[in-house]
């Protein structure tokens, strides 16, 4: 058995020493930066993890003491319980985001064993999906796009475990909600597919359908509890904003032209496009062509019917598109499967390839030195108000903040949840108190004559001029370069 074990590890040694590396260069990053959460999901993510531990609130998120009902549990849960460890919660959660992040390449790198049976050829694929900008980028940031990817790839590699299939469902679905569903729905059309091809009878269509409903059925029960308990709101909130309004217009200024996300594919891997579109033509022509291993070319090009139904989406956000990246980069690669039994050539053809990725496309000093965030004023106001004892934080969003929020209220590109956040939702982690958002001057000034004891405002000083002078209220740390911290005495 040690044999075996010994032999496992000697024949996937590379794999597991750029594993290895790449985990510890990313944590090296990671620590030696240590810089703020960034707007906007680092920060929302981090708080709600947060609340919804402290309010043992472990099946529904919460922000500033509300039921967040626009987003499943699991990710904010997950950075709730990361930040709980002894160490930095900025250091704590992105480690374990690149945690997972390593389990996600090593799941390609499987899935890269079973279509090509050439390790080398999974290695290569595997190296370039980690250093594509936007995959770097989500390794060493909060994100619920790994934990979707996770479920996804876990589904497919297992889709025959029952147990292990539905584990990674539940993943996918209470990490992204009804996107998660995406792997079960592909194999749905699969096996249609299969009985339609005269690949299967009736009986074991009926029989695989039964398995896909089960699977699909246990992940619904969390849907089914909130149903219960919130009844319309969480249908509004998370089926009619979160869902179907991101996929119908392009809320909160998510704006893009139709071919945005093929731009940003392009962007990623450039010259690769080339190889990754000629495989997938190839694969596309052995699918529909009789006597072929149709199972193990649906496995290959899984994803690609996902990155076809992003360009039907309105909401354009580049990080959208990581889900299928290790997709694109698997097509890359696989010509050289003609090389599989010339290992030397295979090899050097490889390294070839790594070496002009990382001058060509991906340069590799950008992504080491380019920081995801820095400590700014926004960040530099919300701490004092924690030290200072403010009970309270009521925030003036900036001028062209405003603009844009009345811009797009007036064009029914908001969804209900769009003030919760501010223009910087780290404002509400770092000062870690109430935190309301005030996106009016009326509004806000209303706050301020209504403020109670130890209550405090914050207010860009540009507007300084829109606020009346109030007696009981002093101006705390005025050396901030952008903002005012003011305290109800």
């Known amino acids: 058995m040690k044999k075996v074990k010994n032999n496992i590890f000697l024949d996937h040694f590379p794999f597991i020493l750029f594993l290895a590396g790449f985990f510890l260069l990313v944590a090296f990053l990671i620590i030696s930066r240590n810089t703020p959460f960034f707007d906007w999901d680092e920060s929302i993510y981090a708080q709600v993890g947060r609340e919804m531990i402290r309010n043992k609130s472990f099946f529904v998120p919460v922000w500033q003491g509300q039921a967040w009902l626009d987003k499943p549990p699991i990710p904010s849960l997950f950075y709730g319980v990361m930040e709980l460890l002894p160490f930095a919660p900025e250091i704590t959660t ?77 993943i996918a679905t209470l990490s992204k909600s009804l996107l998660g569903f995406f792997p079960p729905i592909m194999f749905f059309g699969f096996h249609i597919f299969e009985f339609v091809t005269k690949q299967i009878n009736k009986k074991q269509l009926i029989s695989r359908l039964k398995y896909l409903g089960i699977q699909m059925g246990i992940s619904c029960i969390w849907f089914v509890g909130m149903l219960i308990v919130y009844k319309y709101n969480f249908i509004q909130y998370h089926f009619i904003d979160s869902h179907f309004k991101r996929v119908t217009a392009s809320i909160e200024q998510h704006f893009g032209q139709r071919t945005f996300y093929v731009t940003v594919l392009v962007d990623q891997l450039r010259l690769l496009l080339i190889p990754a579109s000629l495989s997938l033509g190839y694969f596309m022509y052995l699918f529909f062509k009789k006597k072929s291993d149709r199972y193990l070319i649906f496995l290959t090009i899984f994803f690609v019917p996902w990155f076809v139904f992003l360009n039907l989406t309105k909401t354009k956000i580049e990080w959208y598109i990581y889900p299928v990246l290790s997709q ?162």
């Not at 390449?105 to 594509?132: C, D, E, N, P, W």
């Open 94 to 170: 992105r480690i374990a985001t690149l945690l997972l992040s390593c389990i996600v390449l090593f799941f390609q790198y499987i899935l890269g064993l079973r279509v090509t049976k050439s390790k080398y050829i999974s290695l290569l694929s595997v190296i370039l999906t980690a250093f594509l900008p936007v995959f770097f980028q989500r390794s060493q940031a909060l994100n619920v796009d790994v934990f979707l990817l996770l479920g996804w790839l876990g589904y497919v590699l297992w889709y025959e475990n029952v147990w292990a299939s539905v584990i990674f469902l539940l």
């Open 328 to 489: 694109f980069t698997l097509l890359a690669v696989y010509p050289l499967i003609l090389l599989r039994k010339k290992t030397v050539v295979l090899v050097a053809t490889s390294i070839i390839v790594g070496t002009y990725y990382f001058i060509a496309i991906t340069p590799i000093n950008s992504l080491l030195t380019q920081p995801f965030s820095t400590l700014e004023d926004h960040q530099r106001i919300a701490i004092p108000a924690k030290k200072n004892g403010c009970r309270g934080l009521f925030v003036l969003v900036g001028d062209s903040t405003r603009t844009s929020y009345a811009t797009l209220k007036s064009m029914n590109l908001v969804i209900t949840t769009t003030t919760w956040w501010g223009n910087h939702p780290s404002m509400a982690y770092y000062a870690d108190m109430r935190t309301v958002y005030s996106y009016s001057i009326p509004n806000f000034i209303d706050k301020l004559n209504n403020l109670k004891r130890s209550e405090c405002l914050v207010f860009e000083k540009n507007d300084r001029n829109h606020i009346p002078n109030v007696s009981l209220v002093r101006d705390t740390f005025a050396d901030n370069k952008t903002y005012v911290l003011m305290q109800k005495e």
